[in-house]
């Protein structure tokens, strides 16, 4: 038997995603940003190879014995080539760095990741396109070479720790740029008014 009193039932609305304003979810947003970022970086690092090569003096020298001999000063150009290598990757990678961090901002962690993983393709795209542009290695070719043959050197970075200043250089920009926002205050979330009908607290 009813006693006239009738009970309305409330549900939560079910949690949804968060979307951008576009409807699109923000997790492919940031997906999207992070192929931009490695996109971006790859062809910087082709770039950069180009201008290594063309900041480069090539040395010049000599086979003797089937060894491959240049002067002092071909001694320096040669060394200048890591130099240069460092110098153009430290800032492509601070610029490049920093401009991801400022302005793709859905996720930190996704735009960390393709920094890291954009960076390493560009300083392996740049020591591809500088080794293709430059003379082959003088080395290798004294071995088969007459003595008195002239011969140009070639671009190379032997060692490891130069090789990763491209990543350097970005993680670097990115720090930078993320301790350079942490006392910023994020905006405002305003909540959405209640529904009309919709019981309120006494």
Same mark, same amino acid.
């Given at each position: 038997?009813?006693?006239?009193?009738?009970?309305?039932?409330?549900?939560?609305?079910?949690?949804?995603?968060?979307?951008?304003?576009?409807?699109?979810?923000?997790?492919?947003?940031?997906?999207?940003?992070?192929?931009?970022?490695?996109?971006?970086?790859? &062809?910087? $690092?082709? !770039?950069?190879? @180009?201008?290594?090569? /063309?900041?480069?003096? =090539?040395?010049? +020298?000599? #086979?003797? %014995?089937?060894?491959?001999?240049?002067?002092?000063?071909?001694?320096?150009?040669?060394?200048?080539?890591?130099?240069?290598?460092?110098?153009?990757?430290?800032?492509?990678?601070? &610029?490049? $760095?920093? !401009?991801?961090? @400022?302005?793709?901002? /859905?996720?930190?962690? =996704?735009?960390? +990741?393709? #920094?890291? %993983?954009?960076?390493?393709?560009?300083?392996?795209?740049?020591?591809?396109?500088?080794?293709?542009?430059?003379?082959?290695?003088?080395?290798?070719?004294?071995?088969?070479?007459?003595?008195?043959?002239? !011969?140009?050197?070639?671009?190379?970075?032997?060692?490891?720790?130069?090789?990763?200043?491209?990543?350097? %250089?970005?993680?670097?920009?990115?720090?930078?740029?993320?301790?350079?926002?942490?006392?910023?205050?994020?905006?405002?979330?305003?909540?959405?008014?209640?529904?009309?009908?919709?019981?309120?607290?006494?």
């Amino acid at each position: 038997m009813s006693d006239g009193l009738t009970t309305t039932a409330t549900h939560d609305p079910v949690a949804t995603p968060p979307e951008e304003p576009s409807g699109r979810p923000l997790w492919q947003a940031a997906l999207v940003q992070g192929l931009a970022v490695v996109a971006v970086f790859a &062809v910087v $690092g082709a !770039l950069g190879g @180009w201008l290594w090569y /063309r900041l480069w003096d =090539v040395p010049h +020298g000599i #086979v003797s %014995g089937h060894q491959w001999y240049t002067s002092e000063a071909g001694l320096r150009d040669d060394f200048a080539g890591t130099g240069w290598y460092v110098a153009i990757s430290v800032l492509a990678g601070l &610029v490049l $760095g920093g !401009l991801a961090a @400022w302005f793709l901002d /859905r996720s930190e962690l =996704v735009t960390l +990741g393709a #920094v890291v %993983g954009g960076s390493v393709l560009a300083a392996y795209l740049m020591l591809r396109v500088g080794y293709h542009l430059s003379p082959p290695d003088p080395d290798l070719l004294a071995r088969t070479a007459p003595d008195g043959t002239k !011969l140009d050197g070639a671009l190379r970075v032997d060692s490891w720790p130069p090789k990763g200043a491209f990543t350097f %250089g970005a993680v670097l920009g990115l720090t930078l740029v993320y301790i350079s926002t942490l006392g910023q205050t994020p905006p405002e979330v305003h909540s959405a008014p209640p529904e009309a009908g919709s019981p309120r607290e006494g």
